[in-house]
């Protein structure tokens, strides 16, 4: 079964509820079968009673400690999703970045060109191309 960040938290703290819940109506149940001992073994019941709380109170911190693990796993779960939408918009910011810079190179190609054709020189225009890739390498590699 597939549950999404809220809803596995949600089920998480209901299993945490039920569990307590659960607890609580055992301990009720065995305090009160401790009730029904005789008095003459008070100190059987007196040190049921004892047995009793020291396990109440460390489920009482399993318990808490359950409930504070399943929140911050809430919350670093929110920011994983956070992150991931950060991380596609990025991409997607470099991908249009790119294209970009892509179609201002073709344009500067387009205009040196124009201007060479105005001055009448014949120049190839691979020769531009790999002029142009060759200084954009660098200011890549300078970074």
């Given amino acids: 079964m597939h549950y999404?960040?809220?809803?596995?938290?949600m089920a998480a703290m209901h299993w945490l509820d039920i569990l307590e819940k659960e607890f609580d109506k055992a301990f009720v149940d065995?305090?009160?079968?401790?009730?029904?001992?005789?008095?003459?073994?008070?100190e059987l019941t007196y040190e049921g009673r004892q047995k009793m709380t020291a396990l109440s109170a460390a489920f009482a911190q399993l318990c808490h400690k359950a409930q504070t693990i399943f929140q911050n796993n809430a919350k670093l779960e929110a920011q994983v999703m956070n992150l991931r939408t950060d991380c596609c918009?990025?991409?997607?910011?470099?991908?249009?970045?790119?294209?970009e810079l892509h179609n201002q190179l073709l344009q500067l190609h387009a205009v040196q060109l124009q201007l060479h054709a105005k001055s009448g020189q014949n120049v190839d225009s691979d020769a531009i191309k790999a002029k142009l890739v060759r200084n954009t390498s660098c200011q890549i590699y300078r970074k």
């Fill in 30 to 42: 065995v305090d009160l079968l401790l009730g029904d001992i005789d008095p003459d073994q008070c």
């Fill in 4 to 9: 999404g960040v809220k809803g596995f938290n």
């Fill in 89 to 99: 918009e990025v991409r997607a910011t470099k991908n249009v970045l790119e294209k």
